[in-house]
């Protein structure tokens, strides 16, 4: 037989291997132990591995090395389940087992991830007496690995005998790998204590691990390193696009972008490290201009390049390249499943607003990851779409797949916007259950809650965490603000103050809209002072609009003003508050200055701006300007909406332009509600327009509102119609509506 081993190296094609296939069935050499190997061997090397099962089933007696062969070729060709179904076949079999057969078998256990069978393949290469050979040893530490099972792969490793240079790498890369940078560390100094000279597969693991943890003087120490051991790979571009990503990650762009362009020849990985560098410090459009000088240099991107470069779009909400960039892989054909860039692509199309682009990608994945799933749920949540979102997620769940943290705080927080409060606490029992209640998930739930009213379930949530963030108490100075509860809100923030906690600008905005609620000026500036030596140097138009608010509502004109005048950044939003601060005083002709210095400073105003402006000539009684400014929305792309519409009402009411208020009520493109109505009968009762009310009595027993009715009862009262009056009061008692009592609040302190 042996003189047909070199007959068999001599064959390059199946062509020529089934013509010595058939030369040996003819000759009767097929039945030889080694020819039928070979015969296997070739086959499945060639493609054909439904020729190389023909010839191992028809062969009287395989032996292990035959099963072994087979089993090795299925897993070289990703066929684990096949494999691992072989294995079982042989023990039925066989007694004798060569330990060639576990190395392939331990590899198809972590490639189909079934640890279960991984374990029980262990026990008997233990029972077999092989857990001393050095093969199988390695084999078995890189199964637990994959699998992330650490502890066992840690036993495996302690008690090996011998460990080489491979072993050593592979126990390091696993922590690394699973988010133990620190231990993997620790494992290198101990392998270099132990007297073995670190390689480049050892190395690339250490530099991802000083990456992860920021280590800027390590990475360099690793750097320095290689450099002076001339450390090489068959690949070198693989070690230094990994000194690349380290040093991005641990802030050095400078010195990443000197390797960077110390390399004469880039390659794929080199390119990608350096747009992987620019993202992570937070210089999208400095990735772009990578990639497009990558494409300048003919090197073809792969699709974790193209992962890097959705992400610099996403993150610009560069909509119009972001597309482009989604064309460029179709045309390349560098993800034909998406199953690789789905969720950079949902994210893309997600920051830009384009959720039903979101929903295409995410319909057409074969393999839809958790992180695809969150993404489009949380893009829902965060433009609105609340029921969309959970829509979604009962979809998730019919699909079997589990959620996680960032599911349940979407869907969470979606419920609270919905005030669905039964749905809410199903899924804060689910969370609790399944013991997904990170200090993530609390925060959602603690918002929720106090959206839907029960800010005490909220609060006890609050008490009970272990470990509260600045959101966390954030989250619950707001819920307190939120539900009227304005002296809890206030307290909490005094006591983070006291207790040295950290504080943001958000902490901050909650603490002064809530002394703006409370009109507590003292407060309010005391909350000023601390924000200017507490917050370094802050640059935040919330807030500055927030206090020009604040003091306005608390009746200090002159420092409302003045903060305005400071910032400088101004929105559309603060110059409104500004208008608003001097129209609820009556100073209508600092509002109407505000207003054209606003346009003089071409920032275009929006639906709130006029209808500051609206509500301060209502109150001053300037009606032309009024009627100007309405006119004049359109002029700045605004539509009015009933709410202009009604302020409208109530300045031509005012006064006393009652016949104009009327027909604007009847040309309205919106069904008038009960401000709008009200308005006109205010009007009428100032301006006693009886004839009017009498119009319009048809229309004023269609509303459902507590104002109204108390309005239409005083007004009868004045008139000393007491019969209407008793009328009007016996209606309030049948439909249960109740007058709202009145409160004064002073301030003590």
């Given at each position: 037989?042996?003189?047909?081993?070199?007959?068999?190296?001599?064959?390059?094609?199946?062509?020529?291997?089934?013509?010595?296939?058939?030369?040996?069935?003819?000759t009767?050499?097929?039945?030889?132990?080694?020819?039928?190997?070979?015969l296997i061997?070739?086959?499945a090397?060639m493609?054909?591995?439904?020729?190389?099962?023909?010839v191992?089933?028809?062969?009287?007696?395989?032996?292990?090395?035959?099963?072994?062969?087979?089993i090795?070729?299925?897993?070289?060709?990703?066929?684990?389940?096949?494999?691992?179904?072989?294995?079982?076949n042989?023990?039925?079999?066989?007694?004798?087992?060569?330990?060639?057969?576990?190395?392939?078998v331990?590899?198809?256990?972590?490639?189909?991830?079934d640890l279960d069978v991984g374990?029980?393949?262990?026990?008997r290469?233990?029972?077999?007496?092989?857990?001393?050979?050095?093969?199988?040893?390695?084999?078995?530490?890189?199964?637990?690995?994959?699998?992330?099972y650490?502890?066992?792969?840690?036993?495996v490793?302690?008690?090996?005998?011998?460990?080489d240079?491979?072993?050593?790498?592979?126990?390091?890369?696993?922590?690394?790998?699973?988010?133990?940078?620190i231990q993997?560390?620790?494992?290198f100094?101990?392998?270099?204590?132990?007297?073995?000279?670190?390689d480049?597969?050892t190395?690339?693991?250490?530099a991802e691990?000083?990456?992860e943890?920021?280590?800027?003087?390590?990475?360099?120490?690793?750097?320095?390193?290689?450099i002076?051991?001339?450390?090489k790979s068959?690949?070198?571009?693989?070690?230094i696009?990994?000194?690349?990503?380290?040093?991005?990650?641990?802030?050095?762009?400078?010195?990443?972008?000197?390797?960077?362009n110390?390399?004469?020849?880039?390659?794929?990985?080199?390119?990608?490290?350096?747009?992987?560098c620019?993202?992570?410090?937070?210089?999208?459009?400095?990735?772009?201009?990578?990639?497009?000088?990558?494409?300048?240099?003919k090197t073809?991107?792969?699709?974790?390049?193209?992962?890097?470069?959705?992400?610099?779009c996403?993150?610009l909400?560069s909509?119009?390249?972001?597309?482009?960039i989604h064309?460029f892989?179709?045309r390349?054909?560098?993800?034909?499943d998406?199953?690789?860039?789905?969720?950079?692509?949902?994210?893309?199309?997600?920051?830009?607003?384009?959720?039903?682009?979101?929903?295409?990608?995410?319909?057409?994945?074969?393999?839809?990851?958790?992180?695809?799933?969150?993404?489009?749920?949380?893009?829902?949540?965060?433009?609105?779409?609340?029921d969309?979102?959970?829509?979604?997620?009962?979809?998730?769940?019919s699909?079997?797949?589990?959620p996680?943290?960032?599911?349940?705080?979407?869907?969470?927080?979606?419920?609270?916007n919905l005030?669905?409060?039964?749905?809410?606490?199903?899924?804060?029992?689910?969370?609790?259950?399944?013991g997904?209640?990170?200090e993530?998930v609390?925060?959602?739930?603690?918002?929720?809650?106090?959206k839907?009213?029960?800010?005490n379930?909220a609060?006890?949530?609050?008490?009970?965490?272990?470990?509260?963030?600045v959101?966390?108490?954030?989250?619950?100075?707001?819920?307190?603000?939120?539900?009227?509860?304005?002296?809890?809100a206030?307290?909490?923030?005094?006591h983070?103050?006291?207790?040295?906690?950290?504080?943001?600008?958000?902490?901050?905005?909650?603490?002064?809209?809530?002394?703006?609620?409370?009109?507590?000026l003292?407060k309010?500036?005391?909350?000023?002072?601390?924000l200017i030596?507490?917050?370094?140097?802050?640059?935040?138009?919330?807030?500055?609009?927030?206090?020009?608010?604040?003091?306005?509502k608390?009746?200090?004109?002159?420092?409302?003003?003045?903060?305005?005048?400071?910032?400088?950044?101004?929105?559309?939003?603060?110059?409104?508050?500004?208008?608003?601060?001097?129209?609820?005083?009556?100073?209508?002709?600092?509002?109407?200055?505000?207003f054209d210095?606003?346009?003089?400073?071409?920032?275009?105003?929006?639906?709130?701006t006029?209808?500051?402006?609206?509500?301060?000539?209502?109150?001053?009684?300037?009606?032309?300007k009024?009627?100007?400014?309405?006119?004049?929305?359109?002029?700045?792309?605004?539509?009015?909406?009933?709410?202009?519409?009604?302020?409208?009402?109530?300045?031509l009411?005012r006064?006393?332009?009652?016949?104009?208020?009327y027909?604007?009520i009847?040309?309205?493109?919106?069904?008038?509600?009960s401000g709008?109505?009200g308005?006109?009968?205010?009007?009428?009762?100032?301006?006693?327009?009886l004839?009017i009310?009498?119009?319009?009595?048809?229309?004023?027993?269609k509303?459902?509102?507590?104002g109204y009715?108390?309005?239409?009862?005083?007004?009868?009262?004045?008139?000393?119609?007491?019969?209407?009056?008793?009328?009007?009061?016996?209606?309030?008692?049948?439909?249960?509506l109740?007058k709202?009592?009145?409160?004064?609040?002073?301030?003590?302190?």
């Amino acid at each position: 037989m042996t003189q047909y081993m070199p007959l068999f190296r001599s064959c390059y094609t199946t062509r020529t291997l089934t013509q010595l296939h058939a030369h040996l069935l003819v000759t009767g050499q097929h039945r030889s132990h080694l020819a039928s190997t070979k015969l296997i061997e070739s086959y499945a090397q060639m493609g054909p591995l439904d020729s190389a099962k023909l010839v191992f089933q028809t062969f009287p007696r395989p032996d292990s090395f035959m099963y072994g062969v087979l089993i090795k070729r299925y897993v070289w060709y990703g066929l684990f389940t096949e494999a691992v179904n072989l294995y079982y076949n042989m023990l039925h079999e066989l007694t004798l087992i060569s330990s060639f057969i576990f190395p392939s078998v331990l590899r198809a256990c972590s490639g189909s991830r079934d640890l279960d069978v991984g374990q029980t393949v262990h026990g008997r290469i233990i029972k077999s007496g092989l857990e001393s050979d050095p093969v199988v040893q390695t084999s078995l530490l890189n199964m637990y690995g994959e699998a992330s099972y650490l502890s066992h792969a840690r036993k495996v490793f302690d008690e090996m005998p011998e460990r080489d240079i491979v072993s050593w790498s592979s126990i390091i890369s696993m922590h690394v790998r699973n988010s133990q940078a620190i231990q993997g560390l620790k494992l290198f100094r101990e392998m270099v204590t132990d007297g073995h000279e670190p390689d480049y597969v050892t190395l690339l693991s250490i530099a991802e691990a000083c990456g992860e943890l920021g280590l800027g003087l390590q990475s360099k120490s690793i750097h320095s390193y290689t450099i002076t051991r001339n450390i090489k790979s068959n690949d070198n571009n693989t070690l230094i696009s990994s000194l690349i990503a380290m040093y991005g990650k641990c802030g050095e762009l400078y010195t990443a972008e000197t390797l960077f362009n110390s390399v004469s020849n880039h390659c794929t990985s080199s390119w990608t490290s350096m747009i992987t560098c620019y993202n992570h410090n937070g210089y999208f459009q400095e990735a772009l201009e990578v990639f497009n000088k990558m494409q300048e240099s003919k090197t073809e991107p792969n699709a974790i390049t193209m992962m890097g470069i959705l992400s610099s779009c996403a993150r610009l909400s560069s909509l119009k390249q972001g597309k482009s960039i989604h064309g460029f892989v179709i045309r390349k054909h560098l993800d034909p499943d998406n199953n690789i860039l789905e969720s950079s692509l949902i994210d893309l199309y997600a920051n830009c607003g384009k959720l039903t682009s979101c929903h295409k990608i995410f319909d057409t994945a074969k393999n839809r990851h958790l992180v695809s799933w969150n993404m489009v749920i949380s893009g829902y949540t965060r433009d609105g779409m609340f029921d969309h979102a959970l829509d979604l997620f009962k979809q998730m769940m019919s699909c079997k797949m589990s959620p996680d943290e960032f599911t349940i705080a979407s869907v969470v927080s979606a419920c609270g916007n919905l005030n669905y409060f039964n749905h809410a606490t199903q899924i804060h029992g689910y969370a609790t259950k399944t013991g997904i209640l990170n200090e993530f998930v609390h925060n959602s739930l603690i918002d929720m809650y106090a959206k839907c009213g029960f800010v005490n379930i909220a609060y006890n949530i609050f008490n009970n965490m272990d470990h509260k963030s600045v959101v966390t108490w954030n989250s619950m100075i707001w819920g307190f603000s939120y539900n009227g509860k304005l002296i809890e809100a206030m307290n909490l923030f005094d006591h983070m103050f006291l207790e040295g906690l950290e504080m943001d600008e958000v902490t901050f905005l909650n603490a002064i809209q809530t002394c703006s609620d409370l009109r507590h000026l003292k407060k309010g500036k005391c909350i000023h002072h601390k924000l200017i030596t507490n917050v370094d140097r802050y640059i935040d138009t919330y807030i500055d609009t927030a206090l020009v608010d604040m003091y306005a509502k608390c009746g200090d004109l002159f420092m409302a003003q003045r903060v305005f005048d400071m910032m400088s950044d101004k929105s559309v939003v603060s110059w409104s508050a500004m208008i608003d601060a001097y129209g609820m005083h009556g100073y209508v002709d600092f509002a109407i200055s505000v207003f054209d210095e606003m346009i003089k400073s071409k920032m275009r105003p929006n639906g709130i701006t006029f209808m500051n402006m609206l509500s301060a000539c209502s109150h001053a009684g300037y009606v032309e300007k009024g009627k100007f400014y309405f006119e004049s929305m359109k002029d700045f792309g605004v539509e009015p909406n009933l709410e202009h519409y009604s302020c409208l009402i109530d300045l031509l009411s005012r006064a006393g332009h009652l016949d104009d208020a009327y027909g604007i009520i009847n040309s309205i493109p919106f069904p008038p509600n009960s401000g709008v109505w009200g308005s006109l009968l205010n009007g009428c009762r100032i301006h006693r327009r009886l004839d009017i009310m009498n119009r319009i009595q048809e229309n004023l027993e269609k509303i459902d509102d507590t104002g109204y009715y108390t309005l239409l009862s005083n007004i009868s009262a004045e008139g000393q119609d007491w019969k209407q009056f008793e009328d009007v009061r016996s209606k309030m008692k049948t439909t249960g509506l109740r007058k709202l009592q009145g409160c004064s609040m002073i301030q003590t302190r």
